[in-house]
């Protein structure tokens, strides 16, 4: 059975129909990615889930349970959870209040309870393997650390589904692969996990399964391995690849540029003597690099037009 499912989901907005009947189902421990092009009704659907907001018509169901999302509050409550580029933290706050700011343990009297807010932070933390220091100001941390306090705060309420809405578009190649680790780590923690990406090779990496919107209709939805790249690519468009792209036999006609082989003077007959022979011994990539700057034109030969050979190479 789906952790969450959506069915009949109407979304407009003035002089656009956003989302037109659409059904999605996310599974426990694993990832739906959901694929369109832009304006196809991802990010309304996400802001739907998140409380933001509300449908024109339709049903979620969490759990089997019919539920309303009627503020982001709501949502979060029930373990609705959304990891965003922008989500907005502090930067005069440690990690540990920016992580549960809105909803910090409470002690006694309804206090904020500062100790069990710090260890928690420090757990969350760890669990998704981020060395930072919950008392830390958050302005003293470095970009990526930054986006690991998102991630911590997003997963601060006891998620059952996962959120990520295009999570690797700004980070590095290194944060990709925790990004990936840290995917792997909550589908193994059992939550359901809602992956938006316009990247293909991601999607084919992490996700299990997926959903592709088209104007605001779902148009397909199954196992990430039973299709390949094209056949989304066809669900997303609506026609094939080879219409997008068609083959056409182009006629070659003449050149439109030519560029004559050009060779730098060198500045004296020594040096051009010394550039050769630097050259003939050049057998590594390090004394080719020395040849190259030892045949570099001096400042003098720079302003001289280049020596022409008889030959021409042609545009292709
Ligand atoms: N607040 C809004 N007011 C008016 N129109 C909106 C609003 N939000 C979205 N839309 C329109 O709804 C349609 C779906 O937009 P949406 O942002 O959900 O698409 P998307 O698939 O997330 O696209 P992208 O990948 O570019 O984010 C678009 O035509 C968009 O212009």
Not at 180 to 205: M, N, P, Q, T
């Amino acid at each position: 059975m789906p952790v969450l499912s959506l069915s009949g989901i109407d979304r407009s907005f003035p002089g656009v129909k956003a989302l037109d009947g659409v059904a999605l189902e996310l599974f426990a421990g694993e990832v739906t990615a959901l694929v369109g092009e832009n304006g196809a009704g991802k990010s309304t659907l996400v802001k739907i889930l998140t409380g933001i907001h509300q449908p024109d018509a339709g049903e979620i169901r969490l759990g089997g349970e019919v539920v309303t999302l009627p503020t982001a509050h709501a949502a979060a409550r029930l373990g609705i959870t959304a990891i965003h580029q922008e989500t907005v933290l502090f930067d005069e706050l440690t990690v540990a209040e920016n992580i549960f700011l809105g909803h910090a343990p409470r002690g006694r009297f309804g206090l904020v309870d500062w100790r069990a807010m710090r260890r928690q932070a420090a757990a969350i933390l760890e669990r998704i393997g981020a060395a930072i220091d919950p008392d830390v100001r958050l302005k003293d941390l470095a970009i990526a650390s930054r986006h690991l306090v998102a991630i911590a705060r997003a997963l601060s309420v006891d998620a059952r589904v996962v959120i990520m809405d295009e999570p690797s578009a700004a980070l590095s190649h290194k944060e990709i692969e925790e990004l990936y680790g840290l995917v792997e780590k909550l589908k193994a923690e059992g939550k359901a996990i809602l992956f938006i990406s316009h990247k293909f090779d991601e999607i084919f990496r992490i996700a299990d399964r997926y959903t592709v919107f088209r104007d605001g209709q779902k148009v397909g939805a199954g196992r990430i391995a039973d299709v390949v790249q094209d056949d989304l690519v066809k669900m997303m468009v609506g026609r094939s690849v080879d219409r997008i792209y068609p083959k056409v036999a182009a006629r070659i006609g003449e050149p439109v540029l030519t560029v004559a082989a050009t060779a730098t003077r060198p500045s004296s007959p020594t040096s051009a003597s010394r550039c050769a022979a630097a050259r003939s011994s050049a057998s590594t990539a390090s004394s080719a690099r020395g040849a190259r700057n030892s045949c570099r034109p001096s400042s003098g030969s720079r302003s001289r037009p280049p020596a022409r050979s008889g030959s021409t190479a042609r545009s292709r």
